[in-house]
């Protein structure tokens, strides 16, 4: 009797342990956006993942995912990978993907300790570089956009402004 008993009681440990392994498990394999449609499922058409734009493999760990949403604006989400997998550490809102009353549009938004994000669809497309508090941004052209961003531990959105470098019109945000 006393070894069925232990029988049935290892037997429920390992059971327990396979389920929660499973749990904990269920996300190592899936790709970012995956898990950003999983993670906005049930959320707002403007946070919702429709269309990959453009997938940014930051670092070893981050990533940053440019998505037209649901509502067919644009937004992004960083992710950062993890033990188990990755997960959303930040979303930086939705902006329009055309707009003929503004030369740019501006998201920022700030993650984990000390780590932001500003990002611009460049409406103006003879904008040709992009200066965030003295630092180059990056440039991705993807889907007939143009979009600007930089990693960095700005706390604010900085304030930008057009100058006119010999013929190259260059958005400059200090």
Known sequence: MKVKKTTMIAIAIVFIVAICAMFFLRNINKMPVDIVRKHYDNESASFRLATVIEQVDVDSK?????????????????????????????????????????????????????????WYVLYDQSITRA??????????????LKI???????????????????????WLIE
């Open 62 to 118: 981050t990533v940053l995912l440019f998505y037209y949403t649901a509502n067919g604006g644009i937004a992004n989400a960083i992710l950062e990978r993890g033990l188990l997998g990755y997960k959303v550490v930040n979303y930086s809102g939705e902006v329009a993907p055309v707009n003929n009353l503004m030369p740019t549009s501006v998201g920022f938004s700030s993650y984990g300790k000390a780590k932001s994000i500003s």
């Open 131 to 144: 200066v965030i508090g003295g630092n180059e941004s990056t440039i991705i052209f993807a889907d007939n």
């Open 148 to 170: 600007y961003y930089l990693l960095s531990d700005f706390t604010d959105v900085p304030r930008g402004e057009f100058y006119n470098n010999e013929g190259e019109l260059v």
